[in-house]
């Protein structure tokens, strides 16, 4: 291994640290609002199931700092919609509990 730098003579500032303290602590839904508001058009559509197709068409509801296509891919992954194959298409439908 490379000889350690000696260290700085007292009173003299230390080096910046290359880790935080505290690492940063991410909200665990990073668009909340979003989130409700697609899963409340999936709730309000027939049989509780929308094609993917006619979600991704759809412009971000209000109040949604990201767009459809990110809340989505969150949707999916949190397991709070399942896609299901069809011939026509993916169809996205709410989990169930």
Not at 19 to 43: C, E, F, H, I, N
Not at 50 to 62: D, G
Not at 67 to 88: K, M, N
């Given at each position: 291994?490379?000889?350690?730098?000696?260290?700085?003579?007292?009173?003299?500032?230390?080096?910046?640290?290359?880790?935080?303290?505290?690492?940063?602590?991410?909200?665990?839904t990073s668009d909340p609002a979003g989130r409700r508001a697609l899963l409340g058009v999936v709730r309000r559509s027939r049989h509780?199931?929308?094609?993917?197709?006619?979600?991704?068409?759809?412009?971000?509801?209000?109040?949604?700092?990201?767009?459809?296509?990110?809340?989505?891919?969150?949707?999916?992954?949190?397991?709070?919609?399942?896609?299901?194959?069809?011939?026509?298409?993916?169809?996205?439908?709410?989990?169930?509990?």
């Amino acid at each position: 291994p490379p000889p350690r730098p000696p260290p700085p003579p007292p009173g003299a500032p230390s080096p910046p640290r290359l880790l935080p303290r505290d690492p940063p602590r991410l909200p665990l839904t990073s668009d909340p609002a979003g989130r409700r508001a697609l899963l409340g058009v999936v709730r309000r559509s027939r049989h509780r199931e929308v094609p993917l197709r006619e979600l991704r068409q759809r412009r971000a509801p209000p109040g949604a700092r990201l767009g459809v296509g990110y809340l989505l891919h969150d949707l999916l992954g949190a397991q709070l919609l399942r896609s299901i194959p069809t011939t026509s298409g993916p169809m996205l439908r709410l989990a169930e509990p």
